[in-house]
């Protein structure tokens, strides 16, 4: 089997933003969608849904499906407040927060951050090298994002990477994370619009009216909300396709050769 890297997703549109329409296959029971690029090897992407639980049931599958190498990429909430929507972060080393305990860390391979950041920048995209928090719970308030920085010194916060990254060490593979910022530490998102999506990702349309009906001025932080995401997604898709077309699922793929 050619060097193979199984990628783990929690929504559909980061997968369609990432491969487009490409073609697709089922992975234990779990749809993913399948790219071959020129040297063909191959980047397989699950959409796992969101949250710890959904990952690690997704990277376990790939696994057996006996990809090479793990990774993780899509959104994230910013945690540095330097860090605006469409910034790039590629994670050096995970933890995982469940409740008030620090899981971790799980370490990102260093060849796989260093040959992304060092084609990233080039092409002049915003990119920062750090840490990744995973939460088990939701982290929305700007209060909770600033004190998570000042204990963890975390770039960004999302609710699957080091799910990810805790399956790759345990089966010795190499790891790769790439998130983009979308909504940043100084921005709060009520949590009446998080209810809005299921695990999947998928807008609850009667939430949302209902939640506009009960506070309007929930119609702000949607246009927000949509004016971030507009940034941020363009950029993940941009940035994967340079690294995609610079083989690079294939050489992080082809590291588990030398572990």
Same mark, same amino acid.
């Given at each position: 089997?050619?060097?193979?890297?199984?990628?783990?997703?929690?929504?559909?549109?980061?997968?369609? +933003?990432?491969?487009?329409?490409?073609?697709?296959?089922?992975?234990?029971?779990?749809?993913?969608?399948?790219?071959?690029?020129?040297?063909?090897?191959?980047?397989?992407?699950?959409? +796992?849904?969101?949250?710890?639980?959904?990952?690690?049931?997704?990277?376990?599958?790939?696994?057996?499906?006996?990809?090479?190498?793990?990774?993780?990429?899509?959104?994230?909430?910013?945690?540095?407040?330097?860090?605006?929507?469409?910034?790039?972060?590629?994670?050096?080393?995970?933890?995982?927060?469940?409740?008030?305990?620090?899981?971790?860390?799980?370490?990102?391979?260093?060849?796989?951050?260093?040959?992304?950041?060092? %084609?990233?920048?080039?092409?002049?995209?915003?990119?920062?090298?750090?840490?990744?928090?995973?939460?088990?719970?939701?982290?929305?308030?700007?209060?909770?994002?600033?004190?998570?920085?000042?204990?963890?010194?975390?770039?960004?916060?999302?609710?699957?990477?080091?799910?990810?990254?805790?399956? +790759?060490?345990?089966?010795?593979?190499?790891?790769?994370?790439?998130?983009?910022?979308?909504?940043?530490?100084?921005?709060?998102?009520?949590?009446?619009?998080?209810?809005?999506?299921?695990?999947?990702?998928?807008?609850?349309?009667?939430?949302?009216?209902?939640?506009?009906?009960? %506070?309007?001025?929930?119609?702000?932080?949607?246009?927000?909300?949509?004016?971030?995401?507009?940034?941020?997604?363009?950029?993940?898709?941009?940035?994967?396709?340079?690294?995609?077309?610079?083989?690079?699922?294939?050489?992080?793929?082809?590291?588990?050769?030398?572990?």
């Amino acid at each position: 089997m050619k060097p193979t890297l199984g990628m783990v997703v929690a929504l559909a549109s980061e997968a369609r +933003a990432l491969l487009g329409l490409g073609r697709r296959q089922w992975v234990n029971q779990q749809k993913a969608r399948c790219l071959r690029p020129a040297d063909d090897s191959r980047l397989i992407i699950a959409c +796992a849904g969101v949250g710890v639980v959904n990952a690690l049931a997704a990277a376990h599958r790939l696994v057996a499906q006996g990809v090479s190498a793990l990774a993780s990429s899509g959104l994230a909430g910013g945690l540095d407040p330097h860090l605006g929507p469409g910034h790039i972060v590629i994670a050096t080393r995970l933890l995982h927060m469940d409740g008030d305990k620090i899981e971790g860390p799980w370490n990102a391979d260093p060849t796989g951050v260093a040959l992304a950041h060092n %084609r990233l920048t080039t092409e002049g995209f915003p990119v920062r090298c750090g840490t990744m928090l995973t939460a088990s719970q939701e982290i929305l308030t700007r209060d909770r994002k600033q004190s998570l920085f000042g204990r963890t010194q975390g770039l960004a916060v999302d609710m699957e990477s080091a799910a990810v990254a805790r399956v +790759a060490q345990e089966v010795s593979v190499p790891f790769f994370c790439l998130r983009v910022i979308c909504d940043p530490a100084q921005q709060s998102v009520p949590h009446q619009l998080s209810r809005c999506l299921d695990t999947c990702g998928k807008i609850r349309l009667p939430s949302v009216l209902l939640n506009l009906a009960r %506070r309007p001025s929930l119609a702000m932080d949607i246009f927000r909300l949509s004016r971030n995401f507009g940034s941020a997604m363009p950029v993940l898709r941009r940035a994967w396709r340079i690294l995609i077309s610079a083989n690079l699922p294939q050489q992080i793929a082809s590291m588990s050769q030398g572990l």
